[in-house]
């Protein structure tokens, strides 16, 4: 058997080699770490927009975005110059004098959040240096419950639109406008719930600054407590994206996609992302409730199963085994659906058992 | 009673490169873009609605707005500004600023809706052709220029009733022909400067098709208006060109990307497509007319706009030569290359060569405004002195004036002082001095102008015409502003002159495309030939 020819260049000093249709930002990142970037998502085209990932290919004349540059045998490339850092000290200036409060952003807003927040620590990037006029407005109109609007902190990086587009396929938003007068926007200026949006929060969970925020979540943002987060796998349907819930103490706060998550790859539905309050909800039954006369009343567990299953009985006994017919609720965890499936098969011995997510 | 939604979607369903036509057909038949006709037009072409209405609200003339598409719109470029542009603006009713509208060589333009005016405050404005460039004041030979000035000459009678130079081209063959360009020197006049044969040869070689060319006529640089009058006086020059490029790379299908400020060039155009019809064969050629956005004129830009997509520049590469035009091969190229090409197929390429002085070959025509006697534009050999165009042959200052500056590359090469008059126009001496020659526009500025405030008004261009694509552009250009005009930043003059510095460097440097990569200079030129007016500048802040 023959190999291919192994691809290789020199990175930093270093002999290294990498996969054909590489880019010279993910061959960097697999060697350190440490060139920055505000507008890559790995599951978006690169834009090569925020500069920040610039590096020097000899014999080019100007450094190139790594993110849009594909690694090619023999190049020489340099990630760590010291002009390579110095224009990114500037750009990142540059981008934190219109966004000089996005070094302090609530982790609560989103997954990606804190991306600008940990650079400006990295290039002591304070807002003083290249001040001048500030670019984006909030929509403190739209009056969605989930998706804050926060275009104050917004840099421009289109994290937000392109993963609408390519990834959720709803194009509900785009980019309206020119130069620094460039705002994100849906058709004709509208709050989200009249375009195209499903609410799916995966443009909250890109964005880099926290301009796009969970507002759910942000409900929370003076809870006591420490931030942890919970890896799980979403109750609703049946493709299991895998999540992380949020919470403070006992509260759950949040939840938010993981992006490491086989099914999803960061992706979630209005319902994994935004539709949790219930687990925590004051309406939420805490006993079981039969009735007696018409009206219902507090019971214990056994008095309660005792009375479902005489009902159960006495409908199978009346109408034959078929007559029952289960459907899980997409809420209850996947032990639940387990069991309920089993009860209709061993007890009612038939298959009419179905989960509420598939209707 | 108009054309319907579905009568203009039907029109236009079906054609090349149907959004922008599509848009425009809206935009007359209504006099803006209503909500219904975006939603319309989405629906017809199944584009997404939210990316039409960022794409529309990308370009400085659809109007979303009644009546917005005829109400006046007054250039304000930096030579329109010196003749009063800001007084035509009060006294029409209505009016907004536009940038510099290509007609630097006449009175102050003001678009109404499908017409160009001219105007000059207190007089009113009136209808007024192209300007013919001015005799050529030296025995030099011309090139673009030779027939331009011939009465009938946009007529396919007036060319001389045949595309003989295409004959000829497909006489020779693809190989003969490229090999003919080549030995010419003709490299893209539109200011990058790429070898043309090179870039055909790219096209021809490039596997998949259909195989497209693209004429960039989307003239938008400040101080730039020598692509109109090759194309409302010799529009067939400029179709053979065209022609001739289809024949050596294969190409099947052609656009004429046009400025939205030159309403008039496509009637020209499209009769000169009409009339032409014989001769072009099986190459299709379509006109479409942009909208008003300086990037545009990007190659890249330009593709996208054509192909109804957002105009942001593309990542590069892969180059259009091989992923143009809906992803296959594309020549793009300048009005001025393409209509240099019929002469050098017909004359051969000794004789391009050789009208250009010392180590140059060819010629450039320069768009020359501003504080000289005899503006317009002059097809000059490349190599030759700056000092000798704008004295001897444009007059120089009125009486009892002083040059001093000139732009060059319209805005994009920033400025030249008088020091650099020695200069001769070609790129390796003006890169020499910092600058470039570009697209060859050239603005000259006397001793009663403020070069710092023309200077924050260069900037301000740039900024309004950044895409807000990369990030040192977006914010740099608009920091530049900020800072020569006193709104933002330091007041002393090293700190300013450290920002300003910074600032710059990392644009050029790192911004994605050329826009970003040139404006600083035009605060580097500032500070290197006025450092005593910016200090004066800052005392008075």
Redesign the interface.
Known sequence: MTSPAEHRLLLDGESVSFREGETLFELARRHGDAVPS?CFDDRLE???????C?VEVEGQA??V?SC?TQAADGMVVRTMTE?LE??RK??CD??V??NPAGATIDPLRGSASQELAALAVRYEADGG?????R?GASRTDDPNPMILRDYDHC??C?RCVRVC?EQQGD????????????RI????EGPLAD??CTFCGQCVQTCPTGALADRRALRHADAPGELAATRSVCPYCGVGCSLDILTKGERIVGVQPAFDGPANEGALCVKGQFAWEWVQHPDRLATPLVREDGELVEASWDEALDRAADGFREAARAHGREAVYAVASGRAPHESAYTIQKLVRTCFQSNHVDNCSRA | MGPSDSDLIDRWRGAPAPLLGLLHAFHDRDGHLSDEALRAVAEGLRVPLADLYGTVSFYHHFSRKSGGRDAPRVCDGPVCKQRGSDVLLAELEGATPMPCAGRCDEPIPVLRGGQVLVGTPGEGLRAAPTPLPPPNPAEGEECCFAHVREEGRSTLAGYGGAYRALARARELGPEALLEELDASGLAGRGGAGFPTARKWRAVREAPGGPKTVVCNADEGEPGCFKDRVLMDHDPHAVLEGMAVAAAATGATRGFVYLRYEYPHTQTVLERAIDEARDELDDFEVCVRRGAGAYICGEETSLLNSLEGAHPFPRNRPPFPVTHGFEQTPTVVNNVETLASVPPIVERGADWYAGLGLGEQRGTKIISLSGDVRRPGNYEVPLGFPLHQLLFDWAGGPEDGRELQAVTMAGLSGGFLGPDDFAATLDEPCLRSRGSFLGAGGVMVFDDRRDMVDVARQAMAFFADESCGKCFPCRIGTQRLTERLAGTAGPTAPDAWRKEVHAIGETMAQVSACGLGIAAPLITESLLRLFPERVDEALARR
């Open positions: 505000l690169p834009l090569g927009a925020c500069r920040l610039v100007r450094p975005a849009t002009a110095r224009h500037a750009l540059l981008v004098s219109e240096r290249f001040a001048g006029a670019s840099i421009s289109y587009s194009d509900a938003i785009t980019v309206g406008g020119r130069g620094f007068a460039t926007t849906t058709e004709f375009s195209a």
